[in-house]
């Protein structure tokens, strides 16, 4: 039998009266402080889309992350609470969860904006695991409670928190430039759906199957809990199916996805419509505010699925931009000004006629701000000029700002009435949560205060510049597409006035943000803008400050000759870095620190070579007192040595110990089709490589993962030595591999700027610089030796070469090139990348013979050793 008592339309959105103690009004207060506080930074931001490098991405994410996710973790849990008839959870951990949301929104923000990778992905870690602990505490809640009527809608909170934390992963990617630019398009749009659909979306719509008649003052439908299983079957579902397909760019996947999520909407749009009745709502402003944000949310669905019917991927990016201001405005903005204009007076009104008096603040010129927020809606979402959606973020926001000035003072009132409380918890609790508020306002405030740059004034934007200019002017035409910054690298003479003339080629918007200098607004498709640097003294980077793109490769050098200094450098972000400079190679290595053996090991005895490689990360020194993380096969950089003859057969189990890369392998020694033995294997497969050596010589092995460039770069090579027919034998023989070595977080912005600048911080022998200077390769004098030498690079060959002797014997790429009793001689072993071969010779008498790279740039930064040669 349905009896009123268990209508949530009469009692659900009013919380038991234990929802109205003092320590819990608190709470709700504070969380309510930091819902205004965040919309205010969002404000603000969007204020200063001109001068403040990602602004439009900090407004947003503001506003979401910070605004609405606050918003939504209260209440979903207060609802939950409600509607599942549980008992409350508890308090401490509740505040500790909704801290962590707040720190993780901070420090994803600043990450973002100073392009600080480990700090974005920290946040991000930090929010899966707040979400991850709310939706735990929504799921225990459905465990044994007394439940109701409404107690499937609280499914919307968890399918949501799910969201969220699939949206953090794909975020971080995004921001990270982890995504590469290959798979950027449809990461991004599964992104941006996954989290205005899933994590606002999904919570907006289960709310309102209880707020809506709760608002209208009328009774719920018998079907509410029927259909609301079937639209979260269809919501929640089809966004899945939606987010998969972006991800994987199966476009028909993503529209049937996106069909099942209108469908739903639908539906439920059709039940609040039917809900609807004569007499007044008990809140015409939150009735009309929550209706308007429903038919935002359907208009926005459906423009969205032809959209995506209709374009192509990269064309539907580029779109969302103009359809994300009608998500973010017309629903998310509208609902929370909705809803709170109900709940505000529910949840911390001391009785019903505080509550009024509340309400009655809160609904002041209601219609003139409903008018004004859903007019700048529609001027932003239709195609007009620029000057309209200027006038309609304007209208937009004068309504969103007169809303947070009421909601201001209702917090001040609520507070002085805590104030008279007198509950003891409560008042405890009180400076900490309002120093929270406090220091999310300050913190973000000053980082956008402080780091504005910029001019916002006209078309040119310009920067001063110390130093006196040579009375040269210079204006080059730069372009953005293509996840590029061309050119990529520009020089000058120092002193020279630099103009850049920036134009956005590309279907995507981008901007460009000089170091320590001007930078661009977002640029749309064909529009430029012209930087003035001043007169450039010293080398500055450039790239685009969108999220992630700087780590995909936009970005510029601007090199200045004659020049003494690089802010870049001086902050260790430098795109152009001082090849050797961070290294004292005089320096002693570590304590107990040995060099790794050069010696060649005799090849085994049979003709099948069983080897199992490990992908797996090691932390070494490097240089003497410089430790660097690399990837390595084995362990070391370089891999093991594999020595066999001509015609063995090699059998090489390679295992991906890498815990979050995929990895391959390729070893050109072998001839055989790379489509099965040289993919990539994911983290924690195996793969076996079987090759025949059939040709004698010094080979290189390497990853075959893409980008081979960081793969290589940061350690994954090797050498096999194959020996020709009838090699004689040698009192010594050894193995150098040469390598370029970059420091650096691997794979990050600024190590792969100096991998493609072959801009190395040092170049070694055997993966270490100077090793051979500090602990030499010893024998006597009249001793013959044989020295292989495998170029692996990346970038970078070789010119071996041994003071004080000369070579009788050269071996290169398979084929003497002299032998002894020849008449010539040779005094270095030329090799390009990826060749090898040995040399051969005999020290005369006692002393210290030293080897290097005779590229004497090489040999300064690391590329040298000792023979130590005694009597």
Known sequence: MYSKSDDPAVGAGRPPSRFKASGLRGRHLAAHVLVAAWGVLALLAASMQQSLPVARWLAVHLFLLGAATTAIVVWSEHFAVAMLHAPLPDRRWSNARLAGVNAATLGILTGVWADLPVLTGVGCALLIAAITAHLVVLVRMGRGALGGRLAPIADYYRAAAAALIIGAVLGWLLATGKAGPRHYTGLK???????????????????????????????????????????????????????AGLVAAWRPTAVLGLACYAAGVAVAVQLFARTVRRRPAISAAAAWMLAAAAGWLFAGVVVDLVLLAARPLTEV????RSLVPVLLVGLVAQVLIGALTYLLPVVLAGGPKDRGALRAVLERGWVLRLAALNLGVVLLALPLPDLVGTAGILAAGAAGVA?????????????????????????????????????????????????????????????????AGTGTTRTVAVTLAGM???????????????????????????????????STPMLAHG??????????????????????????????????????????????????????????LSADFTQGWK???????????????????????????????????????????????????????????????????????DFHAGSLAPDGAMRTIQPGKRLVYRFRAEKAGAWLYHCSTAPMLQHMGNGMYGAVVIDPPG???????????????????????????????????????????????????????????????????????????????????????????????????????????AQGGFVETTFPAAGHYSFVDHDMRHAEAGAMGMVEVSS
């Not at 992630?548 to 050098?557: F, I, T």
């Not at 090699?650 to 991906?656: A, K, P």
């Not at 009249?782 to 041994?802: K, L, M, Q, T």
């Open 317 to 320: 990016r580029d779109d969302m």
């Open 527 to 584: 529009h430029t803008r012209v930087l003035d640097l001043g007169p450039v003294t010293e080398n500055r980077a450039a790239w685009c400050t969108l999220p992630g793109h700087r780590a995909a490769g936009m970005s510029m050098d601007i090199v200045v000759t004659g020049a003494t200094g690089s802010a870049s450098a001086r902050d260790g972000h430098s795109m152009t870095a001082t090849v050797g400079g961070a290294l004292d």
């Open 189 to 243: 749009l599964a992104h941006v759906h996954v989290a205005l659909l899933g994590w606002v979306g999904l919570p907006v719509l289960g709310t309102l199957f209880m707020l809506w008649p709760t608002v209208l003052g009328v009774r719920m439908a018998e079907r509410t809990t029927r259909l609301a299983r079937r639209v979260l079957m269809l919501t929640g579902g089809g966004l899945l199916i939606a987010a």
């Open 727 to 833: 090699l004689p034998k040698v009192a010594h023989e050894y193995v150098l591999v040469s390598s370029e070595l970059y420091l650096g977080t691997p794979g990050s912005a600024a190590q792969v700027a100096k991998m493609r600048q072959d801009t190395p911080d040092a170049w070694v022998f055997n993966g270490i610089a100077a090793q051979y200077a500090k602990q030499p390769l010893k024998l006597k004098a009249g001793e013959r030796a044989r020295f292989w030498v495998v170029a692996a690079g990346p970038s970078d060959g070789i010119s071996f070469h041994i003071v004080g002797t000369d070579f009788d014997t050269v071996y290169e790429e398979g084929a003497y090139l002299l032998k002894p009793g020849d008449a010539g001689g040779s005094q270095a072993l030329d090799l390009a990348v």
């Open 484 to 518: 590029r910054v061309r050119p990529a690298r520009i020089q000058v003479t120092a002193g020279t006035d630099l103009r850049l003339k920036v134009t956005n080629t590309d279907a995507q918007r981008h901007d460009l943000k000089v170091e320590d200098g001007p």
């Open 595 to 665: 060099a790794r053996t050069a010696d060649l090991t005799p090849a085994p005895g049979g003709t099948v070579h069983r080897v199992e490689l490990h992908a797996v990360r090691r932390t070494v020194e490097v240089a003497p007192g410089v430790k660097q993380q690399m990837w390595t096969f084995g362990g070391t950089a370089p891999g093991p040595t594999l020595h066999g003859r001509a015609g063995d057969v090699f059998e090489v189990t390679l295992v991906d110990d890498d815990p979050t890369m995929g990895h391959g392998i």
């Open 403 to 467: 809303f947070l000035a009421l909601v201001a003072r209702v917090l001040l009132h609520s507070g002085r009435g805590l104030l008279q409380d007198g509950d003891q918890d409560g008042v405890a609790r009180r400076p900490v949560v309002w120093g929270t508020a406090a220091g999310a306002v300050l913190t973000v405030l000053a980082v956008l205060v402080a780091n504005s740059g910029g001019d916002p004034s006209g078309g040119v934007s310009a920067a001063g510049t110390t130093g």
